[in-house]
């Protein structure tokens, strides 16, 4: 009983911390898991060996993998240049350039994690509003928002579906086919609340939409020859990601190759790549892994398991969209990936019960991916919007936010929850 | 030669309540870049440099985006002007902390903390902090140049 109170109260105490923002979130983690391993090694309930056995490696390679093929498209300048051409696409007409960007940030949210997605496309959506004279904050918060939205429609698109899709074993095709068909109606639904949320902002007149058609987006890209490379090796990537199935192999795996592939052909300055590695996040993870894995080690886990049985909800379909929104409270309040982690291990605890839980992760891939829009510190990506908007003359507020974002969360959820029962219910 | 043999001492200042107007004026009318705040004592309090002034309307994507080449057009930029509720603000508010030698430093050392500081203009002040004078870099560098022993080198 002991290791079982201790583990959790250092779980808890991390999550605490974390959402307190008091210290970094990679040094609580830290902390936390060589503080439970010590407790666990000298109270004999959590060795080092079970401790290295916790952290999964198929999610931590497959981001480390999509890290460096990030970090080496990222200094090309190729991002800007799909912004740029966007926004001349747009002719300087307010909706359709955030159609057009929102567009292009989905796409990209896909395949690359969503805070970098915005860190890429913003700077270039703030250079086409000023040049436009408009305010760039509709567009600002959209992509965040439609960066968590895209995230959720690929296994690579956010870390939780990794983390779910290892645990789970799904492959990058069946989030394909159940995800990617409930995010574009998800996607249309929300740009269309956008367009209403947002329709004084849009109906302003324009100051000067000859300026961007002006911009040439071809001498935006700084390295053509390495961005055509990491291009075509992310592109490969991508066609092995849907022959996961085939080809027996985890997409962490495959991620791995991509990167070395893509390192040994284009050979950059490796100081200068490792340094666009987001090292803190893949330590957050390896950290939150240790200490749930202590949790799962001393019967915590399989005791909340115990308790979603006692509750006796027999359908799986009703226990899933529960999930999806509570899910979906939790992750716009904290970060989803903590969440993601604590919950893993209580829906296999489940499985191993005999409960069908496919539909619980399902449930689990909308609310973790979902939920993030709802406040301003929902997400990373909403994080480094406001970020990028403190950086203009008109910084987003947390009131703001929630005008827009926390609709956006409802309305997302409640589509994703019809979208779940007939998809689930129906043909499941 | 010392600092004091090249600056400037008619400074143009600005009270320390003057308004970003005041200070817009001030370089505007005397053709300055660097506008020294000071006290009632005279005592030194900061800096406006144009191009702090400057910064109220320069785009916030030049900050943003490491290569601005490709951008020929401001477009809606290039006519943006400050508010009103900016100019009337304190101009202390967008003041820089001084960087200030004593009127006996050498040339060179002026050069260098101009240089480190990536500044234009140095302001001169005694022990007490009290203005005495400003010596721009064009100032400072042309009464350094013109000690160089020219002629002697090339023979």
């Known amino acids: 009983m002991l290791p079982a109170i201790l583990s959790t109260i250092i779980f808890i105490l991390c999550l605490g911390i974390i959402l307190a923002e008091r210290m970094h979130r990679t040094i609580i983690a830290m902390v936390g898991a060589v503080l439970v391993t010590a407790i666990g090694v000298s109270l004999e309930f959590f060795s080092e060996s079970q401790a290295a056995a916790s952290v999964d490696f198929n999610t931590i390679s497959l981001i480390f993998g999509m890290m460096i093929l990030v970090a080496l498209l990222e200094p090309t300048g190729f991002f800007q240049y799909l912004a740029i051409w966007m926004g001349r696409m747009s002719r300087g007409q307010p909706f359709r350039m955030l159609v057009l960007l929102g567009s292009v940030t989905t796409v990209i949210s896909m395949f690359l994690p969503n805070l970098t997605t915005v860190v890429l496309i913003a700077p270039a959506t703030i250079l086409l509003c000023e040049l436009l004279g408009i305010e760039p904050k509709p567009y600002l918060i959209a992509e965040a928002l439609f960066a968590n939205i895209g995230g959720v429609a690929t296994l690579v698109g956010d870390p939780p579906n990794v983390l779910i899709a290892s645990a789970a074993g799904f492959t990058f095709d069946d989030f394909l086919v159940h995800s990617l068909p409930i995010i574009l109606v998800i996607w249309v639904i929300t740009m269309f609340a956008l367009r209403w949320i947002f329709r004084v902002e849009l109906s302003r007149s324009v100051v000067d939409p000859d300026s961007i058609m002006k911009l040439k987006p071809g001498n935006v890209i700084k390295d053509r020859k390495t961005a055509v490379k990491v291009l075509v090796v992310l592109g490969c990537t991508i066609v092995l990601f849907l022959l996961e199935g085939v080809l027996h192999v985890r997409p962490g795996f495959i991620a791995l190759a991509a990167a070395s592939t893509g390192l040994a052909w284009v050979q950059p300055s490796l100081e200068d790549t490792f340094n666009r590695i987001h090292w803190d996040i893949l330590i957050f993870f390896t950290g939150l892994f240790v200490m749930v894995g202590a949790l799962e080690a001393t019967g915590v886990l399989q005791a909340l398991a115990n308790l979603v049985i006692q509750a006796n909800i027999q359908n799986p379909i009703l226990l899933g969209l529960i999930l999806i929104w509570v899910v979906a409270f939790l992750s716009a309040v904290v970060d989803n990936i903590p969440v993601t982690i604590a919950l893993i291990p209580i829906i296999q605890s489940l499985a191993a019960t005999g409960y069908p839980t496919e539909l619980l992760w399902w449930g689990l891939v909308f609310g973790a991916g979902l939920g993030g829009n709802g406040t301003i510190i929902g997400s990373t990506a909403n994080v480094v919007a406001v970020a990028f908007s403190e950086k203009t003359r008109f910084p987003i507020t947390a009131q703001q936010w929630m005008k827009s974002g926390l609709p956006v969360t409802l309305l997302s959820c409640a589509a994703a929850s019809v979208l779940y029962l007939l998809v689930f219910g129906l043909f499941g | ?155």
């Open chain 2, 1 to 155: 030669m010392i600092i004091r043999d090249c600056m400037k001492q008619k400074v143009i200042t600005l009270p320390n309540t003057g308004t970003t107007l005041d200070a817009v004026r001030l370089c505007t009318q005397h053709h300055i870049g660097t506008l020294p705040v000071i006290d009632e004592k005279r005592q030194l309090l900061g800096l406006i440099r144009l191009q702090d002034l400057i910064n109220l309307v320069m785009p916030d994507f030049v900050r943003l985006i490491d290569e601005i080449d490709f951008v020929r057009d401001f477009g809606a930029m290039e006519h943006h002007q400050p508010g009103a509720d900016l100019l009337e603000q304190p101009a202390r508010l967008f003041m820089s902390s001084p960087v200030s030698v004593e009127e006996t430093t050498g040339l060179l050392c002026a050069l260098a903390l101009l240089h480190k500081h990536q500044v234009s203009d140095l302001p001169v002040v005694d022990a007490e902090n009290r203005l005495l004078g400003i010596a721009s870099q064009v100032d400072i560098g042309t009464a350094l140049m013109s000690t160089w022993n020219v002629v002697s080198v090339l023979d």
